[in-house]
């Protein structure tokens, strides 16, 4: 079985190589810190220490004939990803994986009005995030073809799960956009996106785009309502959108201002995905659980 690299190992990153540790493979994960490579020393993990946020920091990353996860999110600021960059400067025909599985976002779609999206939408970022994230996608895209590695994007919507929901935002009393003036948002729980990266590694081909997300239709002010029953707080203030451009931070209000409603079809047909978490009800009753 082929040796496995993981560049991004936060807790997806984690979940998918404490599964193919228990299938006896051998995981590699590029860390920060000493601190991390510890933690992840202890469950099993093969570790090296480097920071792609610098050329001169970024470690020689032993690579050939591997598969690989690159789950890093892009650097803050600018709409090039200089992580990415700095990757790509490390690759050579004497060092390129065999298979590459991308984590992307779905912004990089941009505002859909709420039109259904497939991976034939043409790309729209409108956000300097997702296009730091369409930056990456070409980058990858280049080597792929230049080193002859297969390349898997995974275009993922936002992820929910244990220890990943916005409860501490919700007890601050944040405000939610009244419901008729809410945006159709997208979600995939973080289990389900952890057999979704397993899944495009085994059976992905190169070249394959995937829309990530449980298909169903809700809206952010739905999500924070239902975060806030489930843990017996008070529901959010609603507000209009004239009153959230006076209150939200822009981080957030950016997210608010764009519509979509995405399409799994492709993923559970090519992939033969089962969700196990189809819906934003049975997905949350599962996030307090000890998974």
Known sequence: MQDVTIIGCGDIGRRVGKILLKQGRQVLALVRSEEKA???RAKGFATLIGDLDYREETPEIPLQGTQ???FMPPQGGGKSDYRVLNFCRRLSPENAPSKVVYISTSGVYGDCGGALV???TPLNPQT???QR???AESQLQEQAQRLGFALIILRVTGIYGPG???VARVMQGHPVLKPKEAPFTNRIHSLDLVQ???AAVERGEDGDIFNVCDGQQSSMTEYFTAIAEMHDLPRPK???MAEAEQEMNPLMLSYLKESRRMSNRKLKEKLAIELRYPTLETGLKACGEDL
């Open 38 to 40: 510890g933690e992840l």
């Open 68 to 70: 690989l996860f690159y």
């Open 118 to 120: 497939t991976e034939e």
């Open 128 to 130: 300097a995030r997702a």
């Open 133 to 135: 994230r369409v930056s």
């Open 164 to 166: 990943r929901l916005p």
């Open 196 to 198: 979704i990266c397993l």
């Open 238 to 240: 609603q507000i209009s």
